[in-house]
Every structure is written in structure tokens, then in C-alpha cells.
């Protein structure tokens, strides 16, 4: 039989994939474009027999979920960019303690309360750590509902895997627009190992107590645990890194961009191909870690770098680092809310190419 | 094939179920959908708007910027539709409600009087209905022949009674343009 | 001849962005009547919440600060203490005050900050469309309560009452509860808000006037339902008056 495939919206394919990946607790509070998912929560969770707390703030939602993560359950919490930005003394902290856990920031416009559209003004928040201290976090950026449920069931193991906190970098657009969605299997929280690190049972683990900490007063020992966290982000960023890419191999120029952008580029990469001209299409989905040395090789090639951002320009920094003045790297950029069209994309790779 | 349609109206006209219908039997009939609806600003404002993409292809940008077909349901959705067809689309109007054809003399322009062939039917709310018909005859590009199957699932049950009038809506639509 | 009823200086002569039936318009206009009474309109500066009356710097004519989610007092103290002498308006929503801003606002009421919090109780967000507010009733419906508040079992909790629970505290001098869902209490809500900002003038501690307030959108009822319903649902549970009153002698005798 063919797989069910099931219209929905972004918000409530992400958290369908989160009560599917076996999500054991989400905590949450009301922010907008990602009401659906809290809302979705609220009722699966608690018809489940689940964990849904909507808590009395973004603070304190990621901190339940710093408590709940301890106990080596699934968990996760959601939100929007001004809302991410108060998790941010949280994810620091599950850092420090190297607790799994799973963010999804559904992105609006920024700065401040700015605006409820779509927008990726949040990448260096999110791809820089984006709290205080030496720590990175996972951020994978789907490009559409089919994705975001894909990379959040993922989210959770990858999460576990390398105890790191995955961020998922949406927007608005993602949350709020509907697609064709297949859904992954369900997995039971019950079935789920227990953790080794985690606190509780001690007894039945037969293992000594555990203290779970990112506290750390002597500064040699500070450094020996920074740089074991180091070592696995080395790791990560050599197992992990993911990107899609479309008619790179001939291309004069290839667009870079990701989520939304990179859909939008899509659009336009057709019209010039109907024009007659070479252009690609490089996404990255993995933004931490970043797929530097896959754009740095396409550099060595002679590949040109057109970056389309939903921001001023955030990922061109990346996309500069990678390509180290080898090769031209532009940048077209629409913010506030704004989404470029393809035709408007289509204009900006004619200019550059002079035609 | 790929139907890239922009659909306008005001709050309550049923844009946003007409575009999930469309786009969920189009998904039953085996083609890849994306539905935007339109939100923030604008919905306070009362208007409702929703790109809304129906391919056999991977579907790229969701935002319909150059619509193969407009739909547009009320007299001030009448400016953006305007705006947003492409150069030989089609534009629907709810004739019943718009009385000057939109300034567009490369579109086609299909008169359908929605709410005037709703009222007949016995109820106002399903004029989208009749425009989705009027869209399924123009377009071609959803059959809508899965559409008896999926309305129950659309619909509570206390007004599953509904689901013979939106069939019948939509027939109506599809004859208010047949030639 | 003697104005009888007009528009009020202090409001700008629009019509407001608010659902029709929403409590936030008509709490614009007492406050806005207040200052133009107490001649305040150039001394006056609201802080405007992250809430539906995040709007409210589109229709008040003087001043106005719009300070993040929940930290609307903090923004005030910092206001107040840099203007002493200017009557500074901390505008709440239930969310804004008592979920995200708890510390906010009760540090602010301890430590007897003199602006003056106008508490708009509508038991729910209304802005992000109808989630749990901490004052949400036991079994209300909100989409994050699918099957109503339920305190125990779903583990939600109970309505805050937060006039009582500030009232505990020293900082705080003049604590009322109002409704704005008929004419009677409209009138009673405009006397609380005009002793707040008057003892708030005179430099006297923390003053509050918590208001109940119609949300048809999200309650999912028409206005005229939703009068009744705050009138059957609210009042009896967030009883209305004067919750705390310990401003000093001279400010009761003056009272109406
Ligand atoms: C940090 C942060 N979290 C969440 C939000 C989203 N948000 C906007 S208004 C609001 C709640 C408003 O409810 P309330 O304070 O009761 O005001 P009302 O709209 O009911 O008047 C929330 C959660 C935000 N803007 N910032
Ligand atoms: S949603 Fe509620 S609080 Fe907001 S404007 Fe409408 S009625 Fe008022
Ligand atoms: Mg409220």
C-alpha cells in the first residue's frame, strides 16, 4: 500500500514528527507564526497521556525542558525569534551540561518584536551558539513541511547521539504554508533506552549518582571539559554536515541559500535555465555544522556565489569564510518580512551575469 | 504540468477552505501541492489571500508571483489581482460582487456569479464552492473527482448534511463556465 | 455653555483596530477622560504592552514606551524614576502581568514603584488568538486547553487573583478591581483609575486597577454574550472594588 500522504501545515507536521520521534515532554508559550504547533501539542500530548506544559514564559519553557532532558526523556520546546532569543540562557546552560534537546524556531522579523513574517534574520543567533560561553548547536533548516517533519523525528537522535540541543531553523512561511507530508513511524517514549547519563533510578542502573552540571569553578578542568566538547563538535562537523544541490556541475554561478530562500532560488534557477544560463543552486541544510568545505571545492572549480538571504546578510559571512576571496561572492537580501520572488532573483542573476 | 493560482477575497468568504480543497484533492488525485495562506498584517485588515501551487513537478517557490489563474472574490481583491497575473493567465471574478472586469486586456476574464448561483442553491457561504468549480472547468488541473470522499473529513459531523450542497456548488460552478 | 460629553483630548478622534465588542477601546477612552480631567495630557506616558493594546500608541495622544513582552513594568520603573513627577501608566494584558512578567510586576508592586498598572483581565491571549491565560476560569476553553482548563488533571493550574496576591505585599498602596461590561461599572472602573493617578501624583506607593474585559473574538461569542458571560463567569470569581486601600487620610477624604 502507498504511504498515507497527509495535507498539513508546517507547524502541525513539526510537532506530528516530535510525538512520533517518541517527544516525552514539550513545554512551550504562545508566540506567533508558531501558535499551531503549541496548540498541536496541547492536544496530542495531552491525549497521550504525554507531558504539555504551555509555561509562564519562553524562559522557563526551555528550562523545563533543561529539567525534563535530565531525566533522559525526549523533549522539546517550540517558538518564534523573540521567543528564542529568552531560551537562550537555557540552551546555554543544556550546552554546558551536554543534555540532548530539541528547539524549533519557527523565524519571524526582527529586530525587537518586529514583525510576525517570515524571515531568516535569526542565522547568527542561531549558528554562533547565541548565549554566553564557548558552545554550538545543531541547526538543520528544512525547506519545506515534508522536511521539517523529516529533520525534527531525526532531531531527537541526532540530538541524543552527540548530546548536543538541535535547533530547527524554520519560518513563518514553513509553519504557516500547507503540503503533501508523509509521516515517519511512531516510536513509543516507553520503548525508548534508558540513558546512562540521566538522573534517577539509580538503584535499578546500578551506576554511581549523577550530578548534571555545567558548573565548573577550576579553570583547567573547565578547559579539559570545553575542549572535549570541542573535540565532538570536530566530529560532528566531519559525520553531520548535509546539502542539497541542484545543476551545480555546469553552472557559471551558483546560488546559495537555504529554508524558504533556497525554494524561492529553485523558482528562478528554472527561469534562467530557460534562458540559456548556467546557474546552480547550493543548499545548505545543515547550517551548524556549515558545509564550508563542499563551497570551498566548488571555489577551486570557478564556481561564482550568488547568496539569497531572507536578512541583510548573514550566511554570506559563512559562505565568504568557505570560499576564502577566491572566488566573487554576492549577496541579494530581502528583510522585514519580505520574501523575494523568483523573478526578482531571476533579475538579480541577470544583472551579475550582464545580460 | 504546474497551476500556480492566487486566490483573494475577504475574511469569511471560505478563500482559505477553498484552497485547502483544492489542494488537498489534487494531492488524492496524485500531484504535489503547496498552500500559503497569507497571514499577519494583512489578515487583521480582513482580507484573505493564499497562494496555492498544484504540480506534477517538485514544487520551487511557493509564493505565486505570476499566477497562471487568479481567483478573486470580492471588489477590492480586484487591484492585486490585477497585479499578480501573468501574461496570458486567467482571472475568475465573483461577477456577483465585482462589476468592472479588471484592467488586464492579455487575461482571460471568466465571469462566474457566485453568490448569485450560491443563493439559488439555498446558501451564501458555498459561493466558494461554486468558484472552485468554475476553477476545476478552467484550469483542468485538479479533477475534483475525489471530492465526494475527502468532505467528510473536512466537515464536523453535525454538518456533514452540507457535503451533497458543496457537491452540488461545485457542478454548478463547472456549468457557469461551460461554454 | 459647558461641554456635557465629548471626545476626549487625550484620544485621538480614530477608530480603533479592536474587535467590535473588545474591552481595550473603552478602558482607552476612561483612562484617556481621567487625564484630561486631571489636566495631564503633556505629563502622561504609557507604556503599551506585546497584547492586542500593543495598538494602544495609535490612539493615545501623549507619550507613549513599547517595552518587551512581560517587562512593561521594569520599562515604567525605569521611566517613573528618571520622571518623577510625570504620571506614568504601566498598560498590562493577563499574559504580559501575571505569566511572563510575574517577576516584573511584583518586584516593581514590592518595591512600591509610584506609577500606576491599568490590569486588563480578559482571561486569555487575545493577540495570539485564544491560548491559556494564567487567568484563565477552570473549564474555559483555550487552544492550548482543548478540553477547557482543567487545574489538577491536566495540570494547568488555577486563575490567579492577582490584586489579592499583590495585596500581600507592602509596596503596594491602592489595589481596585473593575469591569468594563455595562455602563455601572464602567463608571465605578473610571473612579478607581482617577484615585490611582491621583495618588500616584501625590508620590504614594504602587497603585493598580485590575480591569475585566470583554474578548468576543476569542471567547468565541458575540459582544452581547460576552457581557454576560464576564458578568455570570468573571465577576463571581474576580470579585469587583477596592481590594486594597491604605492611601493616606487626606487622598480617602477626597475620594468620591
Ligand atoms: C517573548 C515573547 N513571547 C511571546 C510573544 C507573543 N505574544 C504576543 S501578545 C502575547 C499575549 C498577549 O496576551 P495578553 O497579555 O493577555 O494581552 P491581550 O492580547 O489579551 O490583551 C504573546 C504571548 C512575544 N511577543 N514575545
Ligand atoms: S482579540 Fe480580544 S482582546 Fe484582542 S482586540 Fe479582539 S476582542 Fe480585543
Ligand atoms: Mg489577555
Redesign the interface.
Known amino acids: 500500500m502507498a504511504e498515507e500522504?497527509r495535507?498539513m501545515k508546517g507547524n502541525e507536521a513539526i510537532g506530528e514528527a516530535a510525538v512520533r520521534a517518541g517527544c516525552r515532554a514539550y513545554f512551550?508559550?504562545?508566540?506567533?507564526?508558531q501558535?499551531e504547533l503549541?496548540?498541536y501539542m496541547?492536544?496530542q500530548m495531552?491525549a497521550k497521556g504525554r507531558?504539555?506544559?504551555?509555561a509562564?514564559?519562553?524562559v522557563a519553557a526551555v528550562n523545563m525542558v533543561y529539567g525534563a532532558s535530565s531525566t533522559g526523556v525526549r523533549a522539546m520546546t517550540s517558538s518564534s525569534s523573540?521567543g528564542i532569543s529568552l531560551k537562550q540562557e537555557g540552551i546555554s546552560y543544556l550546552c554546558g551540561a551536554d543534555l540532548p534537546a530539541v528547539i524549533v524556531n519557527v523565524a519571524r522579523s526582527g529586530p525587537?518584536?518586529g514583525?510576525?513574517?517570515p524571515s531568516q534574520g535569526d542565522y547568527f543567533q542561531s549558528t554562533r551558539g547565541g548565549g554566553h560561553g564557548d558552545y554550538y548547536t545543531i541547526v538543520l533548516a528544512p525547506k519545506?513541511v515534508q522536511e521539517a517533519a523529516d529533520l525534527t523525528y531525526e532531531a531527537f537522535s541526532i540530538s541524543e547521539q552527540w548530546r548536543v540541543p538541535v535547533l530547527i531553523l524554520a519560518d513563518?512561511?514553513i509553519g504557516?504554508?500547507?503540503?503533501?507530508v508523509v509521516l515517519p513511524e511512531p516510536i513509543d517514549p516507553a520503548t525508548l533506552p534508558r540513558k546512562e547519563w540521566a538522573v534517577g533510578h539509580s538503584a535499578e542502573m546500578h551506576r554511581p549518582y549523577i550530578h548534571v552540571t555545567s558548573l565548573n569553578l577550576v579553570p583547567d578542568a573547565l578547559e579539559a571539559a570545553n575542549r572535549l566538547r570541542f573535540e565532538r563538535y570536530g566530529k560532528i562537523k566531519k559525520e553531520l554536515v548535509r546539502y542539497e544541490e541542484i545543476d551545480v556541475d555546469d553552472a557559471d554561478i551558483v546560488f546559495v541559500a537555504y529554508g524558504?530562500a533556497a525554494?524561492?532560488c529553485?523558482?528562478?534557477?528554472?527561469m534562467a535555465r530557460a534562458a540559456g544560463m548556467k546557474v546552480g543552486l547550493f543548499r545548505p541544510i545543515t547550517l551548524w555544522p556549515f558545509p564550508s568545505a563542499r563551497l570551498a571545492g566548488l571555489a577551486e572549480r570557478g564556481k561564482r556565489f550568488l547568496c539569497i538571504e531572507l536578512s541583510m546578510g548573514q550566511m554570506v559571512e559563512d559562505v565568504r569564510l568557505a570560499v576564502n576571496g577566491k572566488m566573487p561572492v554576492d549577496f541579494y537580501g530581502r528583510c522585514g518580512?519580505n520574501?523575494p520572488?523568483?523573478?526578482e532573483v531571476f533579475a538579480e542573476v541577470k544583472r551579475l551575469m550582464g545580460r | 504540468m504546474t497551476e500556480k493560482t492566487f486566490m483573494a477575497g475577504f475574511g469569511g468568504q471560505g478563500i482559505i477552505s477553498l484552497g485547502q480543497l483544492w489542494v488537498y484533492s489534487a494531492i488524492k488525485e496524485g500531484l504535489k501541492v503547496t498552500f500559503f495562506p497569507f497571514y499577519g498584517a494583512e489578515k487583521r485588515g480582513g482580507i484573505a489571500r493564499a497562494s496555492v501551487i498544484v504540480s506534477s513537478d517538485e514544487i520551487k517557490s511557493p509564493i505565486v508571483t505570476s499566477a497562471d489563474s487568479v481567483v478573486v472574490m470580492n471588489q477590492d481583491s480586484v487591484e492585486i489581482a490585477e497585479k499578480v497575473c501573468r501574461k496570458g493567465g486567467t482571472i475568475l471574478v465573483n461577477s456577483s460582487l465585482i462589476k468592472a472586469d479588471p484592467a488586464r486586456p492579455d487575461a482571460k476574464i471568466v465571469h462566474v456569479p457566485c453568490n448569485d448561483i450560491a443563493l439559488k442553491l439555498g446558501d451564501v457561504r458555498i459561493a466558494n464552492m461554486v468558484m472552485m468549480g468554475a476553477l476545476c472547468k478552467v484550469t483542468g488541473a485538479v479533477k475534483l473527482d475525489k471530492l465526494e470522499s475527502i468532505l467528510p473529513s473536512f466537515f464536523s459531523s453535525n454538518k456533514r448534511s452540507l457535503i451533497s450542497l458543496n457537491i452540488a456548488a461545485v457542478e454548478e460552478g463547472k456549468k457557469a463556465v461551460s461554454g | 455653555m459647558e461641554l456635557a460629553y465629548g471626545h476626549p483630548k487625550s484620544l485621538k478622534p480614530i477608530q480603533t483596530k479592536y474587535c467590535p465588542g473588545c474591552g481595550h477601546g473603552v478602558i482607552h477612552r476612561i483612562i484617556a477622560e481621567v487625564i484630561d480631567e486631571m489636566d495631564l495630557q503633556a505629563k502622561a506616558i504609557i507604556t503599551n504592552p506585546v497584547g492586542c493594546s500593543i495598538w494602544a500608541d495609535l490612539y493615545f495622544d501623549f507619550d507613549s514606551v513599547q517595552p518587551a513582552h512581560g517587562r512593561t513594568p521594569a520599562a515604567s520603573t525605569g521611566i517613573k524614576r528618571m520622571l518623577p513627577d510625570h504620571l506614568v501608566i504601566c498598560y498590562q494584558g493577563d499574559g504580559d502581568l501575571a505569566a511572563i512578567g510575574t517577576a516584573e510586576i511584583i518586584h516593581a508592586a514590592n518595591r512600591g514603584e509610584k506609577f500606576t498598572t491599568i490590569f486588563v483581565n480578559n482571561a486569555i491571549y487575545g493577540m495570539t488568538g485564544g491560548q491559556m491565560a494564567p487567568t484563565t476560569l477552570v473549564g474555559q476553553y483555550a487552544t492550548t486547553a482543548p478540553e477547557g482548563r482543567d487545574p489538577i488533571g491536566a495540570g494547568m493550574g488555577y486563575p490567579i487573583k492577582v490584586c489579592e496576591l499583590l495585596a500581600t505585599l507592602e509596596g503596594t498602596r491602592y489595589l481596585a478591581r473593575g469591569a468594563v461590561n455595562n455602563a455601572v461599572n464602567i463608571r465605578k472602573t473610571k473612579n478607581y483609575i482617577r484615585r490611582a493617578f491621583e495618588a500616584q501624583m501625590r508620590g504614594e506607593g504602587f497603585t493598580m486597577v485590575e480591569i475585566l474585559s470583554q474578548c468576543p473574538t476569542n471567547w468565541q461569542m458575540n459582544p452581547a454574550e460576552s457581557v454576560e458571560w464576564l458578568e455570570k463567569n468573571m465577576i463571581t470569581f474576580y470579585p469587583l472594588g477596592e481590594i486594597k486601600n491604605t492611601l493616606s487620610a487626606s487622598a480617602s477624604a477626597q475620594a468620591r
Open positions: 500522504i495535507l512551550g508559550y504562545p508566540i506567533t507564526p501558535n503549541t496548540a496541547a492536544r495531552l507531558t504539555f506544559i504551555q509562564e514564559s519562553e523573540p525587537g518584536l514583525g510576525i513574517s519545506g513563518g512561511l504557516q504554508m500547507m503540503e503533501g524558504t525554494r524561492v529553485h523558482g528562478a534557477l528554472e518580512g520574501v520572488s523568483q523573478e
